[in-house]
């Protein structure tokens, strides 16, 4: 069967995170088959240089919304801003996403609020915000329009030391496969990606380093999973990127919920 490219040629699509790692991977890929972009995070200067450089690479145009989406009420207020500008979003990444390593009962309760907030509650709301233009804009532009969420390896186990972020994650997963099926038949190409650990800030940010000897994947590899099931006919609910990765979770979804989550404890000890 011919894949049904992705081709957000002409669209706007609007990246969370679009400030460091996979959000800036995902902005170029997007600008390069040929979509508009709006840029969000908290760092400004980062998404402005990413805005200059997209324009200079592949002559799109970059609406940058600087936005702490932990924040009250943030969500409203980008929804407003989208409407001031008269900006219709064709694609919608939720890349924004951050963990907290150690023990549940030591992290500070700020730190849980936002982790909940960015990952989960922001994710959850724009994905709402926005479907009806999505679904809209897929009927406009056939194979033009995404909800792509991410998801993590992490998502398909209870991970000790990182509780909050594994259930963040399996929240995400759950969510996207959910909205994959109720947007059956509307053209709008909805998926989970789900990387293992990957080069980006992330674990700076977590300040823990990725552990065990394992290679990390490159940006780039993250990318060619996620938009190779962009590119297939039938978008996959989830995307795990690379050959481990989908062993892994897939050994997760089989075993013994009580052994998994031994096996994760002891080894997020190491
Ligand atoms: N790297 C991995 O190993 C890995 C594995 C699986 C899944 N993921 C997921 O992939 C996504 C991207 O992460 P990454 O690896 O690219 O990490 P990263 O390099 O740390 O990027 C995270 C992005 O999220 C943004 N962000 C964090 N808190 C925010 C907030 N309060 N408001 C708005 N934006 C916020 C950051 O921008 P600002 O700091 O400028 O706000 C940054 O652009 C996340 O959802 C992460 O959970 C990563």
């Not at 980062?46 to 969500?75: H, M, N, W």
């Not at 849980?112 to 994710?123: E, I, K, M, S």
């Not at 038949?185 to 992330?202: Q, R």
Request: a neutral charge; charged letters at 15%.
């Amino acid at each position: 069967m011919t894949p049904a490219l992705y081709n957000p040629m002409g669209t706007t699509a609007l990246v969370t995170g679009a400030s460091s790692g996979l959000g800036v991977g995902f902005a170029h890929e997007l600008a390069r088959r040929g979509a508009d972009l709006v840029l969000t995070a908290r760092r400004l200067d980062r998404l402005e240089a990413l805005a200059v450089d997209l324009a200079e690479k592949y002559g799109t145009v970059s609406t940058v919304i600087p936005l702490d989406l932990a924040a009250p009420g943030a969500v409203a207020e980008l929804m407003r801003d989208l409407t001031d500008r008269d900006i219709r979003v064709s694609t919608l990444v939720n890349n924004a996403g951050f963990a907290l390593f150690g023990s549940v009962v030591d992290a500070p309760a700020d730190r849980v609020h936002d982790q909940v907030t960015v990952n989960v509650t922001a994710l959850t709301e724009l994905s709402h915000a926005l479907l009806p233009g999505l679904q809209a804009a897929a009927l406009a532009h056939p194979h033009g329009a995404a909800l792509v969420n991410l998801a993590s390896t992490a998502a398909f186990q209870p991970v000790p030391q990182l509780a909050v972020y594994a259930a963040s994650k399996a929240y995400v997963l759950s969510l996207t496969e959910a909205l994959w099926y109720e947007t059956r038949g509307t053209g709008l190409k909805v998926t989970a990606v789900c990387p293992g650990p990957t080069e980006t800030e992330f674990y700076a940010v977590a300040r823990r380093s990725p552990g065990g000897p394992r290679r990390l994947m490159s940006v780039d590899e993250v990318m060619q999973a996620a938009f190779a099931a962009l590119d297939a006919a039938r978008t996959p609910p989830h995307v795990v990127a690379g050959t481990g990765n989908r062993i892994t979770a897939w050994l997760a979804g089989s075993a013994p919920r009580r052994a998994v989550v031994t096996v994760t404890g002891r080894l997020s000890r190491r």
